[in-house]
């Protein structure tokens, strides 16, 4: 039995003596540092401070023929700037099905804990995350390739959080933790969404959420009501990144010409609108500022209508060159169907492109939804299109189990440009979802193509907090 029951029980029992002391239990609230903060979830309390625990692990196995897929669209501006093939989100690009199979095992884990106790200038915490990401490939059944933290020997690199705060509706926070920046507002409305949607919802437009952003930092964020909240930073003040050709071309945090991040953050977020604004400047320890940028975007809800804009801009000093990526999506609702439409144009280093996405969903009934759309991009600097369609299932057979089917094709010269003698690339997907509760869900998914490559991936995951 816990001590707090205990302790309130023998008050009670004390208090049913005299109506006096009945009267004295009214003020007791709580004898609980975790419910006096207001802290649920899996807890340890002392007298003085909440000790909140939560985590997770999922579990991903991929096989099949896959990794020496056919470029599945564009070249040059989208495949190696925008990252075509993280985009399509098919079953790999390279150079050709070679009949050797590939597979991939992977392991995600992580574990947070978040220290709490009050103070005179409010709550104050200690938050340490660590985080665990083990991964094997093989490619045409060769040697076994390790990835993610099983190659750092260095157990700093296990921990993605170990920060301090305190405060409630402004905060401090120091030591080692993501971005404040604020890069929302950005996923078109669209099933196939855009060919290059990757880029503006990280929103930094740089190679990664990594690259100059978080790490060790200093930042102060403050709720000024009705909405509105800024916040402004010092991060990456660990060090720059540095491009080793000599060592596979690997960035790596051991430079200092780019250390040092100056984020500023202005948000709103109301019944019907939500907004951002966050500007950035980088490399600034030196003295001198190496790169500076922004990303704004905004949404809005009005009945059954969505409309959402969003631009990411970085100009880099050190290439003297810039980035741009802007969209704009749309969204109606009418009784049983659902239309969207998505824009972009993008300009990043010198090549320019620009495209569209739109997709009609129907929901047929409470448990089945059909998405048919299609996306197109137009590659000036190679004068080549790639387009898009697909028609997408999606059935909730029973309450926890989920079955979803897509069909579809990419066409267009880019697509023969990557593919000598192929001028289209049909695929197929069968996925199979199985949510049982407890925090606890699973996946199974089957992909083929018309050029014969094939792969079957598998997930597992659960949580708690």
């Known amino acids: 039995m816990k001590l707090k029951s205990l302790i309130l029980g023998s008050i009670a029992a004390a208090g049913l003596s005299t109506a006096g002391y009945a009267a004295d239990l009214g003020v007791l609230t709580s004898l609980d540092v975790c419910d006096s903060l207001g802290i649920s979830g899996l807890t340890i309390s002392s007298d003085t401070n909440c000790l909140q625990i939560s985590g997770g692990v999922k579990y991903e196995f991929y096989w099949g023929d896959y990794k020496d897929e056919p470029v599945l669209g564009v070249v040059g501006l989208t495949d190696n700037i925008l990252g075509t093939g993280g985009n399509i989100n098919t079953i790999g690009a390279g150079s050709d099905v070679d009949g050797e199979l590939d597979w991939r095992s992977k392991t995600q884990a992580w574990l947070k804990f978040v220290g709490s106790a009050d103070s005179d200038f409010g709550t104050a915490k200690a938050v340490l995350r660590l985080e665990l990401n083990d991964r094997y490939d093989v490619q ?81 964020v403050s709720d000024l009501g009705n909405g509105v909240s800024v916040g402004v930073g010092l991060e990456n003040l ?11 071309g690997i960035l790596e945090r051991t430079g200092s010409e780019l250390a040092g991040t100056l984020v500023g953050v202005v948000s709103y977020a109301g019944e019907a609108v939500t907004a951002h604004l966050t500007g950035f400047t980088g490399g600034i320890l030196d003295g001198e500022a190496d790169f500076y940028g922004l990303h704004a975007g905004a949404t809005g809800t009005f009945e059954q209508f969505k409309v959402r804009a969003a631009i990411g801009y970085l100009q880099n000093e050190i290439l003297d060159d810039s980035k741009l990526h802007a969209l704009i999506s749309a969204e109606a609702g009418f009784d049983m169907f659902t239309v969207a439409l998505s824009g972009e144009f993008v300009d990043a280093y010198g090549d320019e492109g620009y495209g569209l996405g739109g997709s009609v969903g129907a929901t047929i009934t409470d448990g089945i939804k059909i998405n048919l759309g299609s996306r197109w991009f137009h590659d000036d600097s190679l004068d080549v299109d790639t387009v898009q369609v697909a028609a997408q299932l999606v059935a909730a057979v029973t309450e926890t189990i989920e079955v979803t089917g897509e069909v579809g094709g990419y066409f267009g010269d880019a697509v023969e440009l990557n593919n000598p003698g192929v001028d289209s690339i049909g695929y197929a997907a069968l996925g199979l979802k199985w949510a049982p509760g407890g925090g606890f869900t699973s996946s199974l998914k089957g992909e083929a193509t018309t050029e014969s490559a094939y792969k079957v991936s598998f997930t597992a995951e659960k949580t708690f907090d």
């Open 238 to 248: 660990d060090g720059g990144w540095d491009y080793d050709a000599e060592d596979d």
């Open 140 to 220: 045409n059944e060769g040697p076994i390739d390790p990835h993610g933290d099983n190659l750092d020997e260095d157990a700093s690199k296990l921990i993605s959080e170990a920060y301090v705060s305190v405060g409630d509706s402004t905060v401090l926070m120091a030591g080692k933790k993501s971005t404040i920046g604020n890069f929302g507002d950005s996923q078109p409305f669209n099933f196939l969404r855009t060919f290059g949607y990757n880029e503006v919802d990280n929103g930094i437009l740089l190679e990664g959420d990594e690259d100059g952003f978080g790490g060790h930092v200093i930042q102060v």
